[in-house]
């Protein structure tokens, strides 16, 4: 199997857990993008009925919206059924690093008031810790001084455990904003980040940090796709 194929599949699993009449949390991001195809699907097919969709980005809007499922918001519905969504890596507890595509602020928000959050992943988001896999636990901070909010994040951790980088557009060079209008830092990591309650916690204290990308204590069912089928674990 492609990971393509791989995130496909631990997708539709996912879309089993969706009974008609829910109200749904719609992930961002390639693997999110095929369980709400999926829905769309079984919607027309009038396997499943009566779902609103809580999308997670203006991304996920629009491709909810062009496969004709209802959409709300948080203010009508502040208590959610079931979200779908991915996972930039996930650690033997089932904590997430998301905000790869910039969305987690909204998925975040929309994720933490879920009866039941459903992570779909590919093999390869697995790591043994946070930040493991190298690549960006991602913080969205506002646009004012972020060069300050940068450093000050860099701060939180011992010298030279923590790279701090603006996200910017690979075609021009301008500052990735995200539906929020803010921007994202890019911390990484060389070690294993540790209490990541207590990490989070200190990125929040500072003003202009908006939100940080790592999920803690909040999937309660991880959904894994290998060359060795499906895994499931729960929280
Ligand atoms: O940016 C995000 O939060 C996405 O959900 C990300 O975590 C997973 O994206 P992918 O399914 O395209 O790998």
């Not at 980005?57 to 709300?72: K, N, V, W």
């Not at 959610?80 to 033997?92: C, K, R, Y």
Request: charge should be negative.
């Amino acid at each position: 199997f492609t990971q393509d194929e791989l995130k496909k599949i631990a997708a539709y699993k996912a879309v089993e857990y969706v009974e008609s009449g829910m109200v749904l949390g719609l992930g961002t991001g390639s693997t999110a993008k095929h369980a709400i195809d999926r829905i769309g699907e079984l919607l027309r097919e009038g396997k499943l009925a009566d779902i609103i969709g809580i999308p997670t980005s203006t991304q996920t809007h629009e491709q909810a919206s062009s496969l004709g499922i209802p959409l709300s918001d948080l203010d009508t519905h502040p208590v959610l059924d079931l979200a779908i969504d991915g996972a930039d890596e996930v650690d033997p507890d089932m904590n997430l690093v998301k905000g790869r595509g910039g969305s987690l602020l909204r998925e975040k928000m929309i994720e933490g008031c879920c009866r039941k959050f459903v992570v779909i992943v590919d093999e390869s988001k697995l790591v043994d810790y946070v930040g493991g896999s190298g690549l960006a636990v991602p913080v969205e901070v506002v646009p004012f001084c972020w060069k300050f909010t940068a450093q000050k994040l860099k701060s939180l951790f011992e010298e030279g455990g923590c790279v701090a980088k603006l996200r910017v557009l690979p075609e021009n060079g301008e500052p990735f904003v995200t539906d929020n209008g803010n921007f994202i830092i890019d911390l990484y990591f060389k070690r294993d980040i540790g209490d990541l309650r207590a990490a989070g916690d200190a990125m929040l204290r500072l003003a202009g940090v908006v939100e940080h990308g790592m999920f803690i204590d909040m999937a309660t069912t991880l959904i894994v796709a290998g060359s060795f089928g499906l895994t499931f674990q729960l929280h």
